[in-house]
């Protein structure tokens, strides 16, 4: 499934905010993705990390439609490789506005991400005019 699910996020905010003043929490947010194997087995299966740009460029050099999960609000898409298949999720510019959109929606101090060192430049211009009229 997604990295961050935006429902799954939804439902710990909800909580969050009941026990704790909203203008000192910050959401979490994955700037990452996972390359399963499948078929997956719990408790066995292990992904690969992917840079958000990375997922992408995998998915064009495999010829691989990129969907997206509404619910989730989270891209993915499907290929094979060495005749095992396989899903990639990732984030893109819409699950980051979805995230974005939760931040405002719940008037949120702001956000925290893991992990920087995978550049993705889309989120940090969405981030700008997203929130650059915002005073901090």
Do not use: C
């Not at 691989?64 to 298949?85: H, K, N, V």
């Amino acid at each position: 499934m997604a990295v961050a699910p935006l429902d799954q996020v939804r439902r710990v905010v909800d909580y969050a905010v009941s026990r704790i003043d909203r203008t000192k929490i910050d959401l979490g947010i994955p700037n990452y993705g996972y390359d399963w194997l499948l078929p997956y087995e719990r408790g066995r299966s292990r992904a690969r990390v992917v840079g958000n740009v990375e997922a992408v460029e995998l998915a064009i050099r495999t010829g691989s439609e990129i969907l997206f999960d509404e619910t989730a609000q989270s891209p993915y898409f499907y290929y094979t490789q060495a005749g095992r298949e396989h899903v990639v999720w990732f984030e893109d510019v819409r699950s980051m506005k979805a995230r974005f959109g939760l931040i405002a929606e719940y008037g949120l101090r702001g956000a925290g991400y893991w992990n920087l060192m995978r550049p993705f430049r889309a989120n940090w211009l969405l981030w700008n005019a997203t929130f650059a009229t915002v005073r901090r």
